[in-house]
């Protein structure tokens, strides 16, 4: 494989957390990633200069505190490709802007009765929002299975979208790491005059996503899994389609004209923005993407395939270990999830931390996943681009260990 633009060893000494935590090995990202310099600066600069709250103030602090906060959202709108800095709401996380979708759409926009399509493969933030929401407006939900590679199994899903409202459905999953044909996904739901609604929180941090050429309604992400600071998160709509949604939370900002009997809303995106916002969550995620625009999406996907490949094939090479999701790399974001023989997933975490190998255990907030898997935890090993080949290296020699440590034969 051809030697990619990004070099982990020169990215580390960006990272703080790695000078000061010498042989952490992190590979936790999937969870959250660690940030840059640039980033905790960014954040510290706008308290330290410029802190005032936005949209409010005439002083002049005030207007660079908003001038911060809007080119953060302009910053957003060209790295997913939007056509404008207006159809970017800026939430708290991924969930937030999940939460905001089913509550406007599903029980403002969908008659009761209607019909929700979601896959097998959704974290809880892309199916609880919806069953909190279809059981005050009666609707129904249906769920795409995957197939034993990992793969949604589509062979029924005409069946499954006929009649449907909206299909909601990850980009890529954060347990399998199967990355789904999102514009075929959105083509399908929109041929079936269903609304396509993407969870694009495994994909925009680590791969050029652009949401025109996706064709997706809306589309959610969180700042803290690319780099950015935690408690900022993006709702990503096409703009006709906010301007048709009823607001999600009411409050200060979000309105133009407030009467004891009724309210008149602000524009979009700041109809959906109600209260004080996370300003320097979101200058931080604006350095955020600045830093990775810097390296290029491209060469961030690249160097994960890398070690996705490398990973599946370091595990696939330890007896009694069990890989779940698409064999072939190029069909994977970067993270893999596995079982080694019957250590339970939290032990084989916790022998790692030892190493000072980070992992997750557990259910990834993922559980109709792993009941369909039949099995009721994973342990999950996932990589950004601070990571190295020879980090892999010590995580293969930790896991060879950890068969003997348990007495596996
Ligand atoms: N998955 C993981 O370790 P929040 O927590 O709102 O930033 O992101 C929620 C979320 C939504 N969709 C997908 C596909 C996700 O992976 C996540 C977050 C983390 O897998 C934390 S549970």
Avoid at 49 to 76: C, D, L, P, Q, W
Avoid at 156 to 173: G, Q, R, W
Avoid at 252 to 261: A, P, S, T, W, Y
Wanted: net charge negative.
């Amino acid at each position: 494989m051809p030697s990619t633009g990004l070099d982990p060893h020169r990215i580390r000494q960006d990272f703080p957390i790695f000078q000061n935590n010498k042989n952490l090995i992190y590979l936790d990202s999937t969870a959250t990633s660690q940030k840059p310099v640039q980033v905790i600066e960014a954040v510290a600069e706008f308290y330290r200069k410029m802190n005032a709250n936005v949209h409010r103030g005439v002083y002049e602090i005030s207007v660079e505190a908003t001038e911060a906060y809007e080119n953060a959202r302009k910053k957003v709108a060209e790295f997913i490709g939007a056509r404008s800095s207006r159809e970017i709401v800026f939430v708290r996380n991924t969930t937030e802007a999940l939460n905001l979708a089913a509550y406007s759409l599903g029980l403002h926009r969908v008659k009761p009765g209607g019909k929700i399509v979601l896959t097998m493969m959704e974290h809880h933030s892309n199916i609880v929002p919806w069953q909190l929401i279809a059981k005050i407006n009666r609707l129904k939900t249906e769920y795409i299975p995957f197939d034993d590679q990992g793969y949604l199994d589509l062979s029924d899903a005409d069946k499954k979208l006929k009649d449907a409202d909206i299909f909601s459905f990850t980009h890529a999953s954060n347990v399998l790491g199967t990355i789904n044909d999102a514009k075929m996904l959105c083509r399908m739901a929109h041929e079936h005059g269903a609304l396509a609604i993407v969870d694009a929180a495994q994909s925009v941090p680590h791969m050029p996503v652009n949401v025109q050429e996706m064709g997706c309604d809306l589309l959610a992400f969180s700042g803290h899994k690319m780099l950015g600071p935690t408690g900022i998160g993006v709702l990503y709509g096409r703009r006709e389609l906010l301007e048709e949604m009823e607001p999600f939370q009411g409050g200060g900002e979000m309105i133009k004209e407030v009467h004891l009997d009724h309210s008149l809303w602000n524009d979009v995106p700041w109809k959906f923005e109600a209260g004080t916002p996370n300003i320097a969550g979101a200058v931080g995620l604006g350095a955020a993407i600045d830093y990775l625009r810097g390296i290029g999406m491209e060469n961030v996907r690249e160097h994960e395939h890398r070690l996705t490949a490398k990973a599946l094939e370091i595990l696939s090479e330890i007896r009694h270990a069990k890989i779940y999701g698409p064999e072939n790399p190029l069909h994977r974001c970067g993270l893999v999830s596995f079982n080694l023989a019957d250590i339970h997933p939290h032990d084989l975490a916790t022998y790692l931390d030892k190493h000072g190998i980070c992992v997750r255990a557990g259910h990834h907030c993922a559980m109709p996943i792993h009941t369909h898997l039949g099995i009721s935890a994973t342990t999950r090993a996932s990589f950004y681009i601070y990571n190295t080949e020879e980090e892999l290296e010590v995580f293969r020699d930790a896991l060879l260990q950890a068969l003997k440590t348990f007495r596996i034969q």
